[in-house]
């Protein structure tokens, strides 16, 4: 069984940063990548970050490009998502998410709440 559990998430000015935790546990040993969705009201998630896990590759939608920094520490089997210069469209649940086998997200967190106040 695999449990994803994010942290971090808390209330922040706009221009201000944060930074999310998702620790992995159970049956890490063949995830392919991980990566950060998110949810605001009234919308469908979309797609936030991702990474690779063995070699490091990352990927970002356009519009958080160039201010979040997506990364992962192997031994600790956790991701982090480092957010700079936030927006108050930023706002939204956070949700992280594993592939295990390289064909799609198969496991999902319950989400961290991230509210950027103007």
């Known amino acids: 069984q695999v449990q994803l559990v994010e942290s971090g998430g808390r209330l922040v000015q706009a221009g201000g940063s944060l930074r999310l935790s998702c620790a992995a546990s159970?049956?890490?040993?063949?995830?392919?990548?991980m990566g950060w969705f998110r949810q605001a009201p009234g919308k469908e998630r979309e797609f936030v970050a991702g990474?690779?896990?063995?070699?490091?590759?990352?990927n970002y939608a356009d519009s958080v490009k160039g201010r979040f920094t997506i990364s992962r520490d192997n031994a600790k089997n956790t991701v982090y998502l480092q957010m700079n210069s936030l927006k108050p469209e930023d706002t939204a649940v956070y949700y992280c998410?594993?592939?295990?086998?390289?064909?799609?997200?198969?496991?999902w967190g319950k989400g961290t709440l991230v509210t950027v106040s103007s």
């Open positions: 990474i690779r896990w063995s070699g490091g590759r990352t």
């Open positions: 998410a594993a592939d295990q086998r390289g064909s799609g997200m198969d496991y």
């Open positions: 159970g049956r890490t040993f063949s995830f392919y990548a």
